[in-house]
C-alpha cells in the first residue's frame, strides 16, 4: 500500500465516522471532518513528493502547491480554513462547542475537499 493510498483511506474512514457522529457528537464530527480533509490533501501533496511535520505546513502547501498551480479551486483552501476552525472549536472550545448544522456542514466540506482532491491520484481512484 502507498503512502497515498494510506492517506486516502484514513481519509474515507475519518469522513465515514464523522458522518456517523454528527447528529450525537458534533465537537468529534467536525474534528473527523478536517481530519478527513488534511489526509486527502496530505495525500495529494505527497504525491508531488512534499511532507509536512505541521497542519500548518499542509495548509500553506494547500493554497501554494495545490490551489495557486491550479490544482484545486480556491473555494477548496477556503473550506479547508472553515473545517480548521470548526476542528478547533470541536477539540479545543472551552465553552464552545460545534452544533449539529455545523457539524453536518462540516461533513459535507469535507466530502468535498476529498472528492477535489481523488483525481490528483488518479491511481487510487475507484473504478468507474
Known amino acids: 500500500m502507498t503512502v497515498e493510498h494510506d492517506l486516502l483511506a484514513r481519509a474515507e474512514q475519518n469522513l465515514a465516522t464523522a458522518a456517523l457522529a454528527a447528529e450525537q457528537n458534533p465537537d468529534a464530527a467536525a ?7 488534511f489526509y486527502a490533501v496530505s ?13 500548518n505546513g499542509v495548509r500553506a502547501a494547500l493554497r501554494t502547491d495545490l490551489v ?8 477548496l483552501a477556503e473550506e479547508y480554513d472553515r473545517l480548521i476552525d470548526a476542528r478547533d472549536i470541536g477539540s479545543y472550545g472551552v465553552g464552545q462547542h460545534v452544533s449539529v448544522h455545523e457539524a453536518q456542514d462540516a ?10 482532491v481523488r483525481p490528483l491520484l488518479p491511481a487510487l481512484a475507484p473504478p468507474g
Open 107 to 116: 461533513v459535507t466540506a469535507a466530502r468535498r475537499v476529498v472528492d477535489a
Open 68 to 75: 495557486r498551480a491550479g490544482k484545486l479551486p480556491v473555494e
Open 43 to 55: 495525500a495529494a501533496l505527497h504525491r508531488l513528493g512534499r511532507s509536512f511535520k505541521t497542519h
Open 31 to 37: 474534528t473527523l471532518a478536517y481530519y478527513a480533509a
